[in-house]
């Protein structure tokens, strides 16, 4: 499981845990305002009495007394329900609603989460527990010969091409990966990565870099001009022709990129300093730009 994967994992996990929240918590929490809208309509229903009997003590409906002895009556009403109400509401409840929910909502994930670092795989979520399958030289070409057959059946997938190509390439089917490379063009032209992989087979396949392969160099570097594999086939498609000033510019370009004390820079450097041993030792070797 990547980071990425991880990442989404995590955060489905957290939405459900909320949706079950809310789902736990809602009634909960309409409960603790069912008293206040029980309340809030016998309010309004006392007010529109109220209005009502005013309307007839105006229109000589009822006499002032009747009026009075009618409002005292819908007060009286008006204590007695929302008394009634909120005796209710509390013999429903032995602990405020609010507590409730908040207890829910610290305990519920909290118990979920230990749930599931007691029966469940929580070494899963850490990238660095996971290995890669022990793949083998038959299991790799038990995938290769795999995808051949979905090439024969969809020759028009430039994507497939492009992998069965990288198949090739890593078990040195040299001839077989220029192939496939050439299949997948639409989308290896704008790749730069890929023009290099595919000038250093083109360069193996043709024991020299003259021809496609520089071709394949200089569009890979038009696209971008800080590709590592095409700066270093540069380098020594430069070496080839005898042009150390060129190979060295290209290298040295390289090192830039490479991380400080690695291998790689550690190698490179070697390299360099061999070739400036050469070109101050035949100081009329070539030096194209």
């Not at 929240?21 to 069912?34: E, K």
């Not at 059946?153 to 992998?163: I, K, R, S, V």
């Not at 870099?209 to 270093?232: H, I, Q, Y």
């Not at 040295?252 to 450097?269: H, N």
Request: aromatic share 6%.
């Amino acid at each position: 499981m990547t980071a990425t994967n991880i990442g989404i994992f995590t955060l489905l996990c957290a939405l459900l845990i909320v949706l079950c929240l809310l789902m736990l918590l809602w009634p909960l929490l309409r409960g603790r305002s069912a008293a206040g809208d029980i309340r809030r309509s016998r309010y309004a229903l006392h007010a529109t009495i109220l209005e009502e009997l005013d309307d007839d003590l105006r229109n000589g409906r009822l006499s002032q007394d009747d009026f009075e002895a009618a409002k005292q009556e819908a007060e009286a009403r008006l204590v007695a329900e929302v008394g009634r109400a909120d005796a209710s509401s509390a013999q429903q409840k032995t602990l405020p609603a609010n507590k409730i929910a908040l207890i829910l909502a610290i305990v519920l994930p909290l118990a979920a989460a230990g749930l599931y670092f007691k029966i469940g795989t929580p070494a899963a979520l850490d990238p660095s527990t996971h290995q890669s399958p022990n793949i083998g030289p038959a299991e790799v070409d038990s995938m290769v010969k795999k995808l051949e057959a979905r090439m024969a059946l969809e020759p028009n997938d430039t994507a497939g091409w492009l992998m069965l190509a990288r198949s090739y390439r890593a078990q040195a089917r040299y001839a077989e990966a220029a192939q496939a490379y050439e299949k997948s063009w639409p989308l290896l032209e704008k790749d730069p990565g890929e023009l290099a992989r595919f000038a250093g087979v083109l360069a193996i396949e043709n024991n020299g870099f003259t021809g496609r392969p520089t071709e394949l160099l200089v569009k890979s570097l038009d696209l971008n001009a800080s590709e590592p594999d095409a700066l270093m086939l540069a380098g020594s498609a430069a070496v080839e022709r005898g042009d150390y000033a060129s190979a060295i510019r290209w290298w040295k370009q390289l090192l830039a990129l490479l991380d400080p004390g690695s291998e790689d820079e550690v190698w490179l450097q070697g390299e360099i300093r061999t070739l400036q041993d050469r070109q101050a030792s035949s100081p009329t070797a070539a030096a194209h730009p």
